[in-house]
């Protein structure tokens, strides 16, 4: 029926122009068709959506409203709820992302929705199962060795130092992961817990 937004457009003939092989070759013709006859601007056709290459070239722009993504959220939360994607949709929805650099503040976001975070018991016997069977490279344990060397910490209000032997041990002072704390150092934060990093080796 075509992309048309005219109510008094109602058609009941078909006129079959050619015919073709194949999906591809159809297309090709339909964008050459629109191209001559400019159907997204020309008052004689109904169609307001030109085909191309890339794409449609449309005369309007679809606005969607926040209440309207919040709903469309909610609803795909539902029905994606329990659902295991195949392995093939994955690793392609994988490969989209891939290689794209996250912004800083995409990072903050991502890292403020893990505090408080906690896991099912269920979730967390598969992480102990992944970490059991997990062979680390070089790199990987190059990190982890961040763990035991020395930081310092320095109270900004009053301007005491509290050394400590391990970044675990300085982790564990604040009551936080010494992932958390190893994250730190490594991207050079200043301030962790109210306590400024102004030292490691």
């Known amino acids: 029926m075509g992309t048309y937004k005219d109510k008094t457009f109602k058609p009941n003939n078909k006129i079959v122009l050619q015919e073709f092989c194949c999906r591809e070759d159809a297309q090709k013709a ?14 004689h056709f109904a169609n307001k959506a030109r085909a191309r290459s890339a794409g449609f070239s449309c005369g309007y722009s679809r606005k969607i409203s926040e209440e309207t993504k919040r709903k469309i959220g909610e609803a795909n939360k ?18 989209r992302f ?11 976001k991502c890292r403020q929705a893990q505090i408080g975070r906690k896991f099912s ?20 344990r190059k990190k982890l060795g961040w763990n035991k060397k020395p930081v310092s910490l320095k109270n900004p209000q009053t301007n005491k130092i509290l050394k400590f032997f391990s970044m675990s041990a300085a982790a564990a002072f604040l009551g936080i992961p010494a992932a958390t704390m190893r994250t ?15 030292g490691s080796l």
């Open 30 to 43: 339909e964008i050459s068709l629109h191209a001559f006859y400019k159907v997204d601007v020309n008052p």
């Open 78 to 95: 539902i029905a994606l709820k329990g659902k295991i994607l195949p392995p093939e949709v994955r690793a392609k929805i994988g490969a």
């Open 98 to 108: 891939k290689g794209i650099p996250r912004s800083e503040e995409v990072k903050e």
């Open 121 to 140: 018991k269920t979730h967390l016997e598969n992480l102990r199962k992944g970490i059991k069977n997990r062979k680390l490279t070089d790199e990987a």
């Open 184 to 198: 730190a150092v490594y991207r050079k934060q200043k301030f962790i817990q109210n306590y400024e990093i102004c």
